[in-house]
């Protein structure tokens, strides 16, 4: 299960995750796609797309979740695809201390969390091909999937943790 938490507006990279959600159902469409977050008219505009057969329906249209947590343990994937620079990527680390791997574009913050080939996959800004194929890549080899997952909770942890935030306090307090 692939899917992106997100407020699912245009500028989070909706279009994007369903272009890749139908790329990816060409050859593998036993993989689903899950978009969480609030519905509204864009999200009913990909299920309208999805009811009239133009998207596939392995994309599914999941709904809010009311923690982060609740959305990224449906998830076995997560993607970041935002069209503006995010400042941070709270998505991203939070599916990182859960274990899950990110495929993140090269834009904005997310890049520096995620580790390339290590704690998911880094690609260039609206690659789509790319993504597809690293979800497919994931799909394969179940076993990358799960060391990928296993080394980007280890990073986050060693990164942002509680040992990691005192002594970045400690340092500012110094």
């Given amino acids: 299960r692939v899917g992106m938490v997100s407020s699912n507006v245009p500028k989070k990279g909706i279009a994007d995750f369903a272009e890749i959600a139908r790329r990816v159902a060409a050859d593998a469409p036993d993989i689903e796609f899950l978009l969480i977050g ?33 959305a990224i343990d449906e998830l076995d994937l997560v993607l970041s695809l935002s069209h503006f620079q995010e400042s941070f990527g709270r998505t991203v680390l939070a599916a990182m201390a859960a274990g899950r791997p990110v495929i993140a574009y090269d834009h904005g913050a997310p ?30 080899a179940r076993k990358p999937l799960l060391v990928d997952g296993l080394r980007a909770a280890e990073h986050a942890e060693a990164a942002f943790g509680r040992t990691a935030y005192n002594a970045a306090m400690a340092e500012a307090y110094a």
């Fill in 111 to 140: 890049p520096e969390l995620v580790l390339s080939g290590k704690t998911g996959h880094e690609v260039p800004f609206g690659d789509t091909e790319a993504v597809a194929a690293h979800i497919l890549a994931y799909g394969r």
């Fill in 38 to 70: 609030p519905q509204h008219e864009h999200t009913e505009a990909l299920e309208a797309q999805i009811a009239a057969g133009t998207l596939p329906k392995s994309l599914k249209i999941a709904g809010y979740r009311d923690t982060p947590a609740q």
